[in-house]
């Protein structure tokens, strides 16, 4: 088990583990300095706290993920590929919605709209040192390699069910 796909495994985990913490930190963080007058913007306060809870649920996932992964389970990467893909998805989708939303004719989507693009930066904070080192794309590729070579090798068969 001293492979090169073991140790890159422990090291996915082992980031897993210092970005989700360090992102849960940034976050709450964020949550204790949220106050409604922070910005004019309708929905501000609505739109930060739902994402700060967003970031904090992912970024718990990932953490308890990592921590399987440092226990070689294989319950880490399936854990894992959940987790930054559904990263990866909600920080496009939400920045697209947020741009529909703003050039909508309807007065409230608009604010909402807004509101999302007002919180892009604060409200998932938790998540900006992923983002920022391209985390998710990186180490689904690596994680992903690395444990068909495993399973290849015969290191983690597949039971039966």
Do not use: C, H
Request: charged share 10%; aromatic share 6%; net charge positive.
């Amino acid at each position: 088990m001293n492979s090169w796909a073991m140790r890159a495994i422990r090291s996915i985990g082992l980031f897993n583990v210092i970005l989700g913490v360090s992102g849960l930190t940034l976050a709450a963080n964020g949550l204790l300095r949220a106050t409604p007058s922070s910005s004019n913007e309708l929905f501000y306060a609505e739109v930060k706290l739902a994402r700060l809870a967003t970031s904090m649920l992912l970024l718990l996932a990932l953490t308890l993920g990592g921590l399987f992964l440092l226990r070689a389970q294989r319950k880490g990467v399936s854990l894992t590929n959940v987790v930054l893909g559904v990263e990866m998805a909600y920080l496009m989708l939400s920045s697209g919605v947020g741009l529909f939303l703003s050039m909508s004719q309807n007065q409230r989507a608009a604010s909402i709209g807004n509101a999302m693009a007002a919180t892009a930066g604060t409200g998932n904070i938790g998540l900006a040192p992923q983002m920022i080192i391209v985390y998710p794309v990186v180490a689904l590729i690596v994680l992903n390699l690395a444990y068909r070579r495993l399973r290849n090798d015969g290191v983690w068969v597949q039971r039966p069910r």
